[in-house]
């Protein structure tokens, strides 16, 4: 909605999330995930706490381990532990960011650890399938601090998906839509990871060119002559759009708070 907003008055806005679910790594999940916010992190905190202390470790001859984590393990940390605390001054938020900076670390490791003894990348739909499914359930663990009010909830949650609590999967359709009506609550959630994994975003369903691996060189963020649309306005467009315009209006009467004011 902002971008489109945006191109409206003449600003080309940047992409800000760009189907990070989609993700095969934890690598590409921060890459498509709040790219504002992990450009600005990366360019200007990241970057140069890696360059110092890379610098620092030749100029005092460190050995490996030492050099590891002073080049990759405390910039990461550091970086991810603001991450954490921009989103909401919380010990949830902090941990939030800090299972991510772990998560990193640990890519950083396997993807050196190919590199040493030459493994290469099987790039079939069953690793690809494997490697998404992973990484998100990764994502997901991590989100149970982001979404919790405090850290007893979010250990709470964590015993019960590990069979450590008394939450039973049976449980889930005691509350909200499933509670009142299971057969739909299934059905929207079907729907969902539908869209979610499978459908195109709507920047690879306006936009030609872009480039859904990294989002290096989406066309939205170049020059406006350089943007190039292949959506078309047609009859079936024209009725999609008024469906959602209409069920838009309908809902208006709903109290639904700004989502930032809960953080």
């Not at 982001?146 to 019960?160: P, Q, V």
Request: aromatic letters at 20%; glycine letters at 6%; charged letters at 15%.
């Amino acid at each position: 909605m902002a971008l489109g907003i945006g191109l409206m008055f003449g600003f080309i806005l940047p992409v800000n999330f760009y189907s990070p679910f989609k993700a095969k790594n934890i690598s590409e999940f921060w890459i498509c995930w709040h790219v504002t916010l992990s450009n600005l992190v990366r360019n200007y905190l990241y970057f140069p706490l890696s360059i110092y202390f890379t610098r620092k470790s030749v100029q005092e001859n460190y050995n490996i381990y030492r050099n590891f984590l002073q080049s990759l393990i405390i910039p990461t940390i550091i970086s991810f532990f603001l991450i954490g605390l921009w989103h909401g001054a919380g010990w949830n938020f902090v941990i939030f960011g800090i299972i991510n900076g772990i998560y990193i670390i640990i890519y950083n490791l396997w993807v050196a650890f190919k590199k040493k003894y030459k493994i290469k990348d099987n790039t079939n739909l069953i690793n690809n399938l494997m490697s998404q499914g992973l990484t998100f359930i990764s994502i997901v663990v991590a989100l149970i601090f982001f979404r919790s009010t405090n850290l007893d909830n979010s250990y709470h949650y964590l015993k019960s998906i590990f069979g450590l609590g008394k939450f039973d999967l049976i449980d889930i359709f005691q509350v909200g839509i499933f509670a009142a009506q299971p057969y739909n609550g299934i059905f929207l959630l079907l729907i969902s990871s539908f869209i979610v994994f499978l459908f195109p975003n709507t920047q690879e369903s306006v936009f030609s060119q872009v480039k859904s691996e990294v989002n290096k060189d989406n066309v939205i963020i170049k020059r406006k002559s350089f943007i190039s649309l292949k959506w078309k306005p047609n009859i079936a467009w024209g009725l999609i759009i008024s469906s959602m315009f209409l069920t838009s209006v309908i809902f208006l009467n709903r109290k639904s708070e700004f989502i930032y004011f809960q953080f």
